[in-house]
């Protein structure tokens, strides 16, 4: 896999001395373990009187999130606080800021029910100031590549499993996923689902995803001494289930709608390609008959507990449970 700069409009030309992507405390990551403080320095939790979505910093005014996790708001960012540099939701963060919102974006396209463009931007109250425990991601370009397998890290303070809450403090998690090319993640949910605006991540046995409260945070890749956001935490069957991987707004499909909302301040965009051969386009899968999209497993007319039938017999409990 190689990396290849595109700076549009920021101080250094030069990705090796680019602010973006470094996170100068990330020295040891082990999967789905609690992240050490200042080693996701990007990382921010959308709050409003608790945490419910994640982001990401891309530079000093502007956070990358998911549209969905902003419809209630209705473009009022009156209710809404950005915290920086957050390591716990509940205990000390010595090295924390935070920052109301001056404006929300969310792509005019966004689609809630099939979460095609699920991405969105806030423009923070006033500018952050970089230390070691808050600096910005670095983007995807357009044109750039993530083969099936490319080594990806989830970060946020999400479910641990489907209705299960992160337990106190609250730390911020992480965990290591291989990318799941478009054509397989379409097998996965079903023909048609996963648009090019979307990517995916996961594991084929389950056991390591993004989860509730995840939503809208980064999913990176590391290149060239940098970290590259390539998705944004978007939705899923459940969580970390076998066969459906995570699903993410492909971030490199928004390099122009993100320049054209940042215009006073851009943040930088990295190409990434990746070398090879994508073992995706040899997948291939039948589009399912029944075009239903919500099938479930037919249930109806089951009675476990009528193990037989007597004519003119007083009925038993959960004999005939639809009475």
Excluded at 187 to 196: K, L, M
Aim: contains cysteine; proline residues 6%.
């Amino acid at each position: 896999v190689s990396v290849s700069a595109l700076c549009v409009s920021c101080e250094s030309f030069n990705v090796l001395s680019s602010v973006c992507g470094q996170p100068p405390l990330n020295t040891k990551i082990v999967g789905g373990q609690v992240a050490s403080a200042g080693s996701w320095p990007w990382q921010v939790s959308l709050q409003t009187t608790y945490h419910f979505c994640g982001g990401s910093l891309i530079n000093s005014q502007w956070v990358l999130t998911a549209a969905h996790c902003l419809a209630s708001f209705n473009g009022n960012p009156s209710r809404l606080t950005v915290y920086l540099g957050l390591q716990t939701i509940q205990g000390s963060n010595p090295n924390s800021v935070s920052r109301t919102v001056a404006r929300i974006i969310v792509h005019a396209s966004y689609n809630s029910e099939t979460s095609d463009n699920d991405i969105a931007l806030l423009q923070l109250s006033s500018a952050v100031t970089f230390t070691s425990y808050i600096k910005p991601v670095c983007l995807a370009a357009a044109g750039s590549t993530f083969y099936s397998n490319v080594s990806s890290w989830v970060t946020g303070w999400g479910n641990t499993a489907s209705g299960v809450s992160l337990p106190s403090p609250g730390n911020l998690m992480e965990v290591q996923i291989p990318v799941v090319g478009t054509r397989q993640c379409n097998c996965n949910y079903g023909v048609g689902s996963i648009t090019d605006n979307m990517m995916c991540a996961g594991l084929a046995a389950g056991g390591k995803d993004s989860c509730q409260g995840d939503s809208g945070g980064p999913m990176v890749s590391k290149q060239g001494g940098v970290w590259v956001q390539e998705g944004i935490v978007s939705y899923g069957f459940g969580c970390a289930q076998p066969n459906y991987p995570g699903v993410y707004t492909r971030v490199s499909q928004y390099q122009s709608w993100i320049s054209n909302h940042t215009v006073s301040h851009h943040p930088s965009f990295i190409t990434f390609t990746s070398n090879g051969t994508d073992d995706d386009l040899s997948v291939s899968c039948v589009a399912p008959t029944n075009t239903s999209p919500n099938a479930e497993p037919v249930f109806c007319g089951q009675a476990p507990l009528n193990a037989g039938i007597w004519e003119g017999s007083e009925a038993t409990d959960g004999l005939w449970p639809w009475m």
